[in-house]
């Protein structure tokens, strides 16, 4: 299995409060990506990073920060949590190049905005 | 937007019993993916197709890309209760590695 980890695995917060998850890999893959899985809607791109301070939005980034300042950390920041954010992420790497893009998971956070 | 779109969403079937998913989308992508995911873990990767009309065998599992690279299957047969989970499809399309996936069969195979 690919070196990924994410903390935390669960959370619990309430409504307007900030929350950040964590993923850590040891694969020195230069992407890393954040999804959300909603039941009924598969996995939804937030943000990803191509690179060290290099990152861009994806379909559903409204209401998520990223910062990338290592290889091996990917953060994900909800900077006001609302209850639509209450969902299962998940961090994912790849070392993409054109036709390759398999992507390793990380066994996801999920997350509660009561 | 891309969009893929993926048949049925939910499957029981006993086992032993064959079963096919499809992907379906009105965008050619330069890659297809197929993952399976477990509750309570990411998602893993079990085939690659590239090229239209690639066909890939994994045991039991067989996975095709359409001629035009816009739709993809998944065919079981002899379905086991160890097949059971979600599967997901991924369209990639050449940029940064990014993909579309589909929203997911949830299988579920008895005894």
């Known amino acids: 299995d690919a070196g990924i980890t994410q903390s935390p695995r669960h959370k619990v917060t309430e409504t307007g409060t900030p929350v950040t998850l964590r993923c850590h890999q040891t694969e020195n893959h230069r992407y890393m990506y954040w999804y959300r899985q909603d039941p009924g809607h598969g996995l939804r791109l937030i943000h990803y990073s191509y690179g060290v301070k290099d990152t861009d939005k994806g379909e559903v980034s409204d209401g998520y920060s990223v910062s990338r300042s290592k290889t091996e950390d990917f953060l994900l920041t909800l900077e006001s949590a609302t209850s639509s954010q209450t969902s299962v992420y998940f961090c994912a790497i790849s070392n993409w190049q054109p036709l390759t893009d398999t992507q390793y998971f990380g066994p996801g956070t999920r997350l509660t905005v009561l | 937007t891309q969009l893929l779109e993926q048949s049925p969403q939910f499957l029981s079937i006993q086992e032993g019993e064959n079963l096919t998913v499809y992907c379906n989308s009105s965008s050619v992508f330069s890659s297809l993916q197929w993952y399976r995911q477990e509750p309570g873990e990411g998602p893993v990767l079990l085939v690659t197709?590239?090229?239209?009309?690639e066909v890939k065998k994994l045991k039991r599992l067989t996975f095709q890309f359409g001629d035009a690279r816009k739709d993809s299957s998944l065919h079981i047969t002899a379905a086991q209760t160890g097949d059971t989970g979600l599967y997901l499809c991924a369209g990639g399309y050449n940029q940064g590695g990014k993909l579309i996936f589909g929203q997911g069969t949830e299988l579920s195979v008895k005894p």
């Open positions: 197709v590239v090229t239209g009309g």
